[in-house]
């Protein structure tokens, strides 16, 4: 009895036991890219019984107890270790390297970013895909302390301005850009989905680079597929519309009638509106002008990996039309790019990456005098869009200018179109010669045309109007660019005794970039577009058409500019704790004379693991310490080329047989003399990571830029304002950047089902010009109103670009106070006070002094992550605080429209301190002060994203690997006291930027998208 009893237990407990056991199939990818990955070991754990996932990343486990530990491993990945709980399986797998591991790109070669002695932030394609950003200065804006990036404008395809750790020359301030180690001159050709990393080289690190990267240097690696892998494709797609951010207030025609009445009769003058009954809102002119405008992007990418090669194809469209006259301000781009690296032999790899761009961009004017934004400021409301004939209206006949024009108007008018073809490819040899030697060769190149037709047909503005065609016109300017880089270099890498790891390269660089152009200019076309204008027939020497075409003569036709460069490194690390590197490099540039041609720049870094050391080692606080300092000198010359000679490419004309004849003169003032201008950078930094959660990374740094090449003060006696001609360059100004970087991160894997990151930085910044040395002590730029003194200037003891002008001290509020002030030319109680800064008791030019600077004082970024399940959301914020705005955009004249703040203008004693009054007469009231400065600080939402990625049962049936759906909102709000538009827009000028003329504003964006991986 009792052996039936114990059989039957055995028997009911075996059933049992089999009753919990599951035939479990899964998958494996890879936790950032979503691919599916081959070849991973699957084991239960405490057995030998396991298997391997299939080229599709698909394993099946027959039999395995419910409650079992199933084991994951990976050459490259993190081990991983899953409960099973079910039939079906998805499994993610982390890169095993930690963070202190990663690789980073720092010049003609890699180095683990623990060992990196030097300032270099890194991006991963991770970043830049929570972002989903149009373009990829979007996707560095916020993420990186001492970048600071201001778009030029808001319309499509504008091109941002990129500085890292301010403004150090008053020349090109632009860092250098590498894409796959060849140079571009913007990002703006590149497919945001497309990169795999983006390093940025802040000190004295991008020394190796050398001439081009005074200025930083940016470097973009695109994406690649991965050996032995099968096909892997990914989709990415979204739609979407923009909007602007806002409408600067304005007076109604109604509030406008009542005012310019008041003005009129401020100065004896009769009334422009005899009645304002009835006029109401009357026309809105900017609600006009502003479009909800569309947007789509499509990019897909296909992956393979063999033995020994792999390939990686990518292929997107982008089109996006813009917030001001629509399709008039088009941007679209298409790219092809085709990665192949393959090991020809053991020794000998190849590696090779090309890119082809097709971009096509509308314009119409922006952030000029007459603009269409200026003068959708401006134009009165008392005019509607349209006459009753149904042509465009004018704007008055008197009272508003010359410039005011129906800003409707200018958007049909608009007939104009870019497109350019470029292709891109770097191509490179790498043979390992043993085990401590290897040779490498590159071979980087850029060819582009672009092609831009322009068609101004017939059209009256209004009288006398300066945008009116008299004749219409056909300008054809085609520009032809190329240039090629190629690097040689030999590298000795070896370890000794487990201690001592030595890096030893030598090389040499050439660089040539020429550029040609022919602008063809053709009269008395006929039509009324692009699509369908007609050339009359030439009549030479005539009355009727006209052709002018320059090709190679005349001023800019052509230019050819070439570097020669050798260079040497040296790394050591002793023990992974003590870290030192060195670079020599001596550059020469066509740019300058024989004297001058070649410089040399030496740089150098150290650092310090402490974490290493035994009092660190087995800390559970400080999971890593690192100390590093960098020096060095780096050269720059960016400058146009053959300025020391005087070459014959300016323009002039000759009477020969009383003809009056096209012939060519003298060009720019030549100076031999003109040497390499210097950056010499200095970073002190700390590297901190705690309790394996926290990073921090904290630099002091200081740059100074000496021997300034900045254009020279002379008398237009030497004919310097000659048709092509222009002043010498020379070396006069000293320019110091000082500041405090910081940044830190937390992140927290909370449970399986949540974790998240966040991460801030700032960065200080101290602008000081040191020495100009021109006769006057001063370079002047920008401009302000009509006819009046250049706004910004460069000068010792003041920020680069500082606000050069008058003083208020609140408004005159009776004659007596009028009376008792310095002596101000046709003062009068209403109009701003002018401080008399000198004491000499009249206000005059001299007076004028510093009344602040577009440069910040302080940038920062706050970037916000978590994922849950299956939703993921991500949002970032960028501060400026501390700079000045010029307000530049009011034209003033007595029938323009003005902004509502003219609502609280001083009208009697008492009235108002901060608005002058309202007249026809002449006051000092338009002169440039700091009435028209202001606070540009802002805070912005830059965006924010939620993503909802698909389970794997409905992936599995579907037959993809990943699927996610998101929404994104780029630009959200802003928070400023600033009035214009959009305080983020600047024209970049190192003198006359910040000046505010109606920036056409970045745009609100909200998109749909979708990530799919097959």
Known sequence: MRKKITFLLFALSTMFAFSQTLNVKGVVKDAVSGETLPGVSVVIKGTTIGTETDFDGVFNLANVKQGATLVFNYLGKKPKEVVVTSASISVSLEDAAEALEEIVVIGYGTQRKKEVTGAVTVISSATIDDLQPTRIEQALQGQVAGVNITTSSGSPGAAANIRIRGVST??????????DGRVIEDLSVVNPSDIESINILKDAAAGIYGVRAANGVILVTTKSGRKNTAFVSTLNMYVGFQQTTREIPLLNATEYALLANEAFAANGEPLPFTSVAGLGQGTNWQRQAFESAPIYSIDYTLNKGTEKSTYSLGLSVIDQDGIVGLDKSNFNRRNIRFNFDTEITNKLKFTSSTIFTNTNKRNLSENVLGSV???????????????????????????????VANPLAQVDNAQNRTGVNKISGSYGLNYKINDDFSAETRYQANYSVANTNTFNPLYTYGNNNVFNVDQSTFTNFKQNFFDYTFDAFLKYEKIFNDKHDVKLMVGTSVFQTIGRFE?????????????????????????????????????????????????????????????FSAVIRRDGSSNFGPKNKFGFFPTASLGWVASEEDFLKDSNVISFLKVRASYGIIGNDRIPGFRFLSILNGEAEYVFNNQLVQGIAVGPVANPEIRWEKQIPLDIGL?????????????????????????????????????????????????????????????????????????????????????????????????????????????????????????????????????????????????LRFVDTNGDGVIDADDRTYIGDPIADITMGLNLSFNYKRFDFNAYAFASIGNEIVRNYERNLPLTNRPTYFLDRWTGPGTSNTSPRVTTGATGNILFSDFYVEDGSFLRLQSIQLGYSVGQETLEKLKFSKLRFYVTGSNLFTLTKYR????????????????????????????????VTF
């Open 170 to 179: 008053n020349g090109d301030s632009r860092p250098l850009i590498l894409l």
């Open 373 to 403: 934004l200026f003068n959708a400021l401006n134009m009165p409301p008392t005019i509607p869009v349209f006459q009753p004939n149904g042509e465009f209206s004018r704007p008055p006949a008197t009272g508003t200018g010359i410039e």
């Open 519 to 579: 602008n063809i200019l053709t009269s008395t076309a006929t039509g009324t577009t692009l699509n369908d204008f007609v050339l009359g027939t030439p009549v030479l020497n005539g009355d009727g058409l006209q052709i002018f075409k320059n090709n190679n003569n005349g001023s800019n036709l052509a230019f050819d500019s070439r570097l020669l460069s050798y260079f040497g490194r040296f790394q050591y690390a002793y023990d992974g704790k003590y870290l």
């Open 687 to 831: 590297d901190i990571e705690l309790f394996n959660k926290v990073n921090i990374t904290a630099d002091y740094f200081k740059k100074r830029t000496e021997d300034l090449l900045v254009s020279a003060q002379t008398s237009g006696i030497i004919g310097v304002a000659a048709p092509g001609s222009s002043v010498p360059v020379i070396n006069a100004g000293t320019v110091e950047n000082e500041g405090l970087e910081f940044s830190i991160g937390y992140k927290e894997t909370v449970s399986e089902d949540f974790n998240f990151n966040v991460n801030y930085n700032f960065t200080t910044l101290r602008n000081n010009v040191t020495f100009v040395g021109n006769a006057t002590g001063i370079i002047e730029g920008g401009s302000f109103g009509v006819g009046q003194e250049p706004p910004s200037r460069m000068e010792a003891g003041f920020p680069i670009g500082y606000f050069y002008g008058y003083k208020t001290a609140g408004i005159f509020q009776t004659q007596a106070d009028v009376d008792a002030h310095a002596t101000q030319l046709n003062a009068a109680p209403g109009d």
């Open 980 to 1011: 214009g538009y959009d305080p983020t827009t600047s024209n970049g000028a190192p003198i006359g930027g910040g000046i505010d003329q109606g920036f056409y504003p970045s745009p609100k964006t909200f998109l749909f998208g979708m990530n």
